[in-house]
């Protein structure tokens, strides 16, 4: 289509519920925990119970119903045992984990308290942890099934890229105590 941005161009493309439906029950197979253990949930679990926060799913309740616009420890996804990726937030993972390795670079260079380049370290070794072990999943399964599982994911990205995601209603309450 000829534009300079791909977000312009996803602005057209919609994936149909059913591609959608496919695909999450393909991959709420092949989701994990923090420490890359098998965490498989239900199709319905992995839309109704969990919200997609920007390196993988959240089940943590608060942040759920935020629609991922309230996380407690602001988005150290990995080490959070609500923490729930799936292989179509791997590209997300190893491009965060690069983000962080940049931005230890810098705390190094502004001799940043050790504290400061000790947790960007963990969570670095953390993300890189939970991508090697998926991968290391989906390099076991039959060619057939990766094949499936890699244009699930490539759906599931779609669909999160178009930002079409809604919002649970919050209780509001009064300030007064009323």
């Not at 988005?75 to 590209?91: A, E, I, M, V, W």
């Amino acid at each position: 289509m000829d534009h300079d941005d791909p977000k312009t161009t996803m602005g057209y493309y919609r994936v149909s519920f059913e591609r959608k439906r496919q695909a999450v029950k393909t991959l709420s197979l092949m989701v994990i925990d923090r420490h890359g253990s098998s965490a498989p949930c239900s199709s319905r679990a992995y839309e109704q119970r969990s919200v997609a926060v920007p390196f993988g799913g959240c089940t943590e309740p608060s942040n759920v119903k935020a629609g991922g616009q309230s996380c407690p420890i602001r988005f150290q996804c990995s080490g959070c045992g609500f923490y729930r990726p799936d292989p179509s937030y791997l590209p997300a993972i190893e491009d965060h984990a690069n983000s962080l390795r940049a931005d230890r670079e810098r705390a190094m260079a502004m001799d940043a308290a050790g504290f400061v380049i000790d947790n960007l370290t963990a969570q670095i070794t953390s993300y890189e942890d939970v991508a090697t072990k998926m991968r290391k999943r989906m390099a076991a399964l039959p060619e057939d099934e990766r094949s499936e599982l890699e244009d699930a994911a490539a759906v599931l990205r779609r669909v999160r890229a178009g930002g079409d995601h809604k919002l649970l209603p919050l209780t509001e309450v009064s300030k007064t105590g009323k």
